[in-house]
Structures are given as C-alpha cells and as structure tokens.
C-alpha cells in the first residue's frame, strides 16, 4: 500500500513539475488543522514529508495562521507549537488578520507564482483550492499523508495550453532542467566537439596540393632540358659522321 502511495505521489508530482514548473525545495503552507491532525496521528511531518514528495521541503506557516491558533485557546495548543516551529511567510494582512483558510488562499493567488502547496484538513479550503489551477493540496487521511490527485481545473488548464500550442517560460525552463539531469545536453555538446575534431582541416588539404604541384614544376622542366641534351648530342654526332665520308 505505501509503494502504490508513493508512485502516485511521483506521478503527481511530475506533472506540476512539467506543467507548472514546480521546483525544490517545495514549499508547503500549513493550517492549524493540519498540524492538529499530524498530532493526534503522531506524525512527524518534518521527517516524513520531504520522503514522499522525494524531494528537499520547505515548511510556512502566515501570521494569520498563528493569531488563529492563539485565540482557539488551549483545544489547539499543540498544533500551535508545531506551527510556531515553521518559516513564516508574509501576507498581506499585517494590520487586519483573517482567518487561516482565507489568508493561505490569498497566498496562491495570480496562478501561485511561488508554487506554494496547501495543507489543510478543511474541506471548504479544500474544494476552493480545487477550484485554483497549479496549487498541489496535501492532507492527512489514515494516518498518512497524501497528495491530492491534479483537480479537474488544474487538467483543463494543461488541456488549453496543449492545444493554443503555448508553452510557458517556466515550462521552458523546467525542460531543459529535465535535459540537464539526464544527461542530454552534455551529451549531445561532447558529440559535436568529437565530430570537429576528427574532421580533417581544409585549409591543410589545400597547402598539401600547392606544394605537390610546385615540385612537379622543377621535375617537368628538368625532363625537357634532357630531351634538348640529347638532340643536340645526336645532331653533332650526325654532323660529324658526314664530315668524315666526305673525307
């Protein structure tokens, strides 16, 4: 059961990292429902997390978030130990907090430009964070934690991309990372050096025929006068030989 867990995980995980550029350390936005959960199933959510998202991980929290825990009282006290132990990001409700749902949802607002993930065991937060395209949405069910499978408006996002035939500069550079770790760039860049450097040098093949026809010149030039030495020779030969039957 966990083997099938995990590669749904990766499956999952896969596709927000080839169409939304999703990149470690993923960061993880926790409610106070989320802790409370982790808690009273005694799990270890530093631990166990990054081995499921198999990947370094980031824990955040918002100040919202906090003050809510706070004012629920001593019923949510140690959810809020766990989350005071988290990074906490800032919001935009500094001087007028709101509840811990409605803050984390404005956190992913604008398509989620920090690729923030939502735990959360509230339903209503749940089903509006569904309804956002590229926000991955964790939660706690018998006594593991699972990553929500890519919701309808997530696929129909992808689906209008494909076929505008659009691709995102995030979903540019997550391709060439993914060329990167498998080795394909390096590969391919120390094939054309090899191809260059076995290649012979034209500019060489040129210098070797010049040379080849400047000593064929002194050759030729050199049997001609040979030929002439010899004519020479014979016609003084003849010369003498009728000057001798005269006689």
């Known amino acids: 059961m966990k083997i099938t867990r995990q590669k749904h995980a990766k499956k999952h995980m896969s596709f927000y990292k080839y169409n939304f550029g999703v990149r470690e350390p993923f960061q993880v936005l926790l409610d106070g429902t989320f802790c409370q959960a982790a808690l009273r199933n005694k799990i270890q959510i530093r631990d166990q997390l990054p081995g499921y998202l198999a990947g370094a991980t980031q824990l955040c929290t918002t100040r919202c ?20 132990r988290f990074q906490v990001r800032n919001c935009s409700h500094f001087k007028d907090p709101v509840s811990g749902s409605a803050c984390l949802l404005s956190m992913t607002e604008e398509g989620n430009p920090h690729h923030y993930f939502i735990a959360t065991q509230d339903q209503d937060l749940a089903t509006k964070v569904k309804k956002k395209a590229g926000v991955p949405l964790l939660f706690i069910i018998q006594n593991t934690m699972v990553l ?30 993914l060329k990167e770790e498998q080795g394909l760039v390096k590969e391919s860049e120390n094939r054309r050096k090899r191809k260059r450097a076995s290649g012979p040098n034209p500019l060489s093949c040129l210098k070797k025929k010049k040379k080849v026809q400047e000593t064929q010149q002194p050759s030729a030039a050199k049997k001609k006068r040979k030929r002439k030495r010899n004519r020479a020779k014979s016609e003084a030969k003849a010369v003498s030989v009728q000057l001798s039957v005269k006689a």
């Open 148 to 177: 929500d499978k890519p919701s309808p408006k997530s696929l129909a996002f992808v689906q209008a991309m494909q076929a505008n035939q659009l691709v995102p500069e995030h979903q540019k550079q997550s391709i060439e990372h």
């Open 65 to 84: 978030v906090l003050k809510e825990l706070e004012s629920l009282g001593k019923e949510l006290y140690g959810a809020k130990l766990i989350a005071q």
